[in-house]
Each structure stands twice: as C-alpha cells, then as structure tokens.
C-alpha cells in the first residue's frame, strides 16, 4: 500500500528558506516519477515540478530558479528545497506518485511578514 507523508511546512518570513520532504512507503522513489504541486485555498491545484525515474527534473516557471527537487534513495524521499520564498508561495504543498496516482495529505506553507 502506497502512502505518501510530507513534513517540513511552517511559518516563515519573506526572503527565507524551507525545506520540505516526502517520506514514501510501499513503492521506490527512484524508479518513478514524482511531483510537488501546491493549492492556496480558493485556488486550483498548482503544478510546482517534477523529477523523473532518471532524476531530471523540471519546474514550474514561478519557482524556477528558487525551488530544487531531490531526492534520497536511501531514505526513500523527495525533497523540495524552497528558496527566496514570497508570500504567494503561500499553500498547502502536495506530493505525488504518478505512476500510482496517488497523492499525499500536504504540508503548509506560510510566507509573512
């Protein structure tokens, strides 16, 4: 049974960093494409990147430049490592298999001042 569990969401202030990470179980996350997407509330779930089976990853142009996606197979993880954040960056961040079409459950965001 595939589960997806992001960590790493809180409060931080504009300029700053965070780093989120998704812990996966019942499937390898390097022999499949996953994704990072965001939804603010009252907004459509917004793509963020991608990082393939071979590691390329890819990106949304709002993030490009600020946003990296990795991940460790040892671990079993991906992580989103955000930088230069900005208010709209604001949302819940969500990660996902694609290969299983599963989703995980979200770990806020918060960028204020």
């Known amino acids: 049974q595939v589960q997806l569990v992001e960590s790493g969401g809180g409060l931080v202030q504009p300029g700053e960093s965070l780093r989120l990470s998704c812990a996966a179980s019942?499937?390898?996350?390097?022999?499949?494409?996953m994704g990072w997407y965001r939804q603010a509330p009252g907004k459509q779930r917004e793509w963020v990147g991608t990082i393939s089976s071979d590691g390329l990853t890819t990106y949304a142009t709002s993030v490009k430049g600020r946003f990296t996606i990795s991940r460790d197979s040892v671990k079993n993880t991906v992580t989103l490592q955000m930088h230069s954040l900005k208010p709209e960056d604001t949302a819940n961040y969500i990660c996902c298999a694609y290969d299983y079409n599963f989703w995980g459950q979200g770990t806020q965001v918060t960028v204020s001042s």
């Open positions: 019942g499937m390898i996350v390097s022999n499949n494409y």
